[in-house]
Nanobody
Framework: QVQLVESGGGLEQAGGSLRLSCATS????????MGWFRQAPGKEREFVAG????????YYADSAKDRFTISRDNAKNTVYLQMNSLKLEDTAVYYC?????????????????WGQGTQVTVSS
């Protein structure tokens, strides 16, 4: 069984930065594509960023390009999301997700494991 635990969320002013972490347990991490999704109140969950098993390929939603950076440390079984230049519209619950195998899907249903989420609130 794979468990994902996010941390690092909180309240930040617009223009500031936050770094989210997702620690995983189990043996799957080294063979899993990892992704970050978010869900704002009243909105559907949306893809934010994904990273390949090796960490060499990364894919971002347009809303995250040039501001967010996804990375992974396979030795620590952890994936990160560095968020810079935060905007009010980045306010959401952020979820870490994992899927076994290659590819970086942008659809949540393609991921097998999910964390409980961490709240990110951006204030003006």
């Amino acid at each position: 069984q794979v468990q994902l635990v996010e941390s690092g969320g909180g309240l930040e002013q617009a223009g500031g930065s936050l770094r989210l972490s997702c620690a995983t347990s189990g043996r799957t991490f080294s063979s899993a594509t990892m992704g970050w999704f978010r869900q704002a109140p009243g909105k559907e969950r949306e893809f934010v960023a994904g990273i390949s098993i090796s960490g060499l390929r990364r894919y971002y939603a347009d809303s995250a390009k040039d501001r967010f950076t996804i990375s992974r440390d396979n030795a620590k079984n952890t994936v990160y999301l560095q968020m810079n230049s935060l905007k009010l519209e980045d306010t959401a619950v952020y979820y870490c997700a994992a899927r076994r195998g290659p590819g970086i899907p942008t659809v949540g249903g393609e991921y097998e494991y999910w964390g409980q989420g961490t709240q990110v609130t951006v204030s003006s």
